[in-house]
């Protein structure tokens, strides 16, 4: 890059030996892997809004502030804040901290939101937001002094090497679910799918093959052309009438475009989304109410989210290179202010923990390595907002083809672990295995934290586990305490 290219100078394109080609590919690329969450965020958190406290049913319609509004509108408002909550976190990311990463409202944490808290817990939609934005303020004051990079230190190395195979196997089983390669099957919990029954999985494994063939050749931009090109022809086999709608096209997208037509589609949003803001406005004036339950709450929301992201950041920072020789992230705390910001901004808008997502490491495999990837990610949700319904419109078995091929390439973190000194074997072997089994990145890092120790003081070798790693340990314990009483109703709002 010329030395003139203010652009370039900024997001240190020399440095990583990078271009604007690579980049902006690889943002498009990190875009279409999680662009499922424009949809999917907006179907989980409307049920929260939705559903009545007095009856234990939700309902086609709810009143906020005075004003009665639509499952449709509440759905289309949520998918506005959707976006825009991930666009204030991925401007943080590109510009603040030149991370390559794309951020957005986190899964997981909104199904938490919505069924654990809002309907069995039994907290107001609008309380559990102000929860949210209190978790918010409590990660930027951390991440401000440095508390959150410490504790990410503290993290046994094992743990840290381990995590991206972890995340690699999770990315794996998650994809091949929503390909229904991967089924249900109540003797073994999953099984294999019937690709002859099933048109999602044999279209899904055509297109995985032309990916992965275009990978092993070496060609720029191969997810994005498997993704496209599946996409394509399950709308292509729908029209012609070979599938019926909405097994190869998501559910309505196809009625709604053959019947309205593509204006029609462009024009059908719900933009207003302020009565979400004052809702969650309405919800600060509840703290008071229970405090003991807001305090749980908080609580909850802040120690899943907080090694979530952490694990996002180590796993996707190990595939592009940017881990130093202790598995660290060098200034950690910049991407880490990027979704508190977020986090912050979209609940007092609306929605529920904005986090970093594992879908960044699609991308990354696609060459970026600056924040100029996340500025094309931000740029294709603020497209996706005047868009709304065409974005809708690409199936979600598509864009999972991503997960699968970066999967596989990230289960190459295994070669970083010393698979003979059992503390590594033991602690690195369950964080990978726990991640994908509980679908839960934290779960896996506690798995892994909280063994580490044990079988370090099991083989005399205690004095190598710092005071801080047994305060990590014995903080997870801790957690899951009070997880599985809340899970077992023992503690009602």
């Known amino acids: 890059m010329g030395a003139s290219d203010p652009i370039a100078n900024y997001f240190g394109f020399d440095e990583y030996s990078t271009d604007y080609g690579r980049e902006t590919l690889a943002g498009v690329t990190t875009f279409l892997a999680m662009a499922y969450i424009i949809v999917v965020n907006p179907a989980i958190l409307s049920n929260a809004i939705l559903f009545n406290h007095e ?122 679910q929503e390909m229904q390669v991967v ?78 037509g593509i204006l029609s589609m462009l024009l059908s949003v719900q933009y207003d989304f302020t009565p979400l803001f004052w809702g969650f406005v309405e919800g600060l004036g509840m703290i008071t109410d229970d405090p003991i339950i807001f305090v749980l ?10 090694f979530d992201t952490a694990g996002t950041l180590i796993g996707v920072s190990q595939i592009a290179g940017f881990l130093d020789e202790e598995g660290d992230l ?8 990027a979704d508190a910001v977020g986090t912050t901004i979209g609940a ?54 991503a997960l699968v091929v970066v999967g596989i390439i990230m289960l190459q973190g295994v070669a970083d672990i010393d698979w003979q000194d059992p503390a590594w074997a033991i602690s690195a072997g369950l964080t990978i295995t726990v991640m994908p089994l509980t679908t839960s990145i934290a779960n896996g890092l506690a798995a892994g934290i909280i063994s580490y120790p044990l079988v370090k003081a099991a083989t005399g070798d205690a004095r190598d586990v710092s005071l801080g790693q047994w305060v990590l340990a014995v903080a997870f314990v801790a957690y899951f305490v009070v997880y599985f009483a809340v899970e077992a109703g023992m503690v009602v709002f």
């Open 348 to 401: 007092m808008i609306g929605t529920s923990t904005v986090t970093t997502y594992i879908e960044s490491s699609t991308g990354i495999e696609e060459g970026g390595r600056t924040g100029f990837t996340a500025l094309v990610v931000g740029i294709l949700f603020f497209l996706a907002l005047l868009i709304v319904p065409i974005v809708q419109a690409i199936p979600q078995y598509a864009t999972y083809l």
């Open 55 to 176: 009856t234990g049913e939700f309902e086609s319609e709810t009143v906020i502030n005075g004003t009665a509004y639509t499952g449709a509108e509440v759905v289309q408002m949520l998918t506005v804040v959707t976006i825009l909550a991930s666009i204030v976190a991925i401007l943080v990311m590109a510009l603040y901290a030149n991370r390559p990463f794309g951020l957005a409202p986190g899964m997981g944490l909104n199904a938490f939101f919505t069924f654990t808290v809002v309907v069995i817990l039994g907290v107001p939609w609008q309380l559990a937001l102000a929860a949210v934005f209190v978790e918010g303020i409590i990660f930027i004051a951390l991440t401000a002094v440095g508390a959150r990079k410490y504790i990410i230190e503290l993290f046994p190395e094992p743990v840290k090497f381990a995590v991206g195979a972890g995340i690699g196997v999770f990315l794996l089983f998650l994809g091949l």
């Open 297 to 306: 709450v908080v609580f909850t929301f802040f120690f899943v989210d907080f």
């Open 330 to 337: 060098p200034d950690v705390e910049k991407p880490l202010m």
């Open 183 to 260: 089924v249900p099957y109540d003797a073994t919990l999953v099984t294999l799918g019937n690709v002859l029954e099933s048109p999602v999985a044999a279209l899904s494994l055509a297109g995985l093959f032309l990916t992965l063939l275009l990978y092993a050749r070496g060609v720029r931009g191969s997810i994005v052309i498997g993704i496209v090109t599946t996409a394509i022809a399950g709308w292509g086999l729908t029209l012609a009438g070979i599938v019926t709608p909405g097994v190869l096209t998501p559910p309505g997208s196809y009625e709604q475009a053959t019947n309205d």
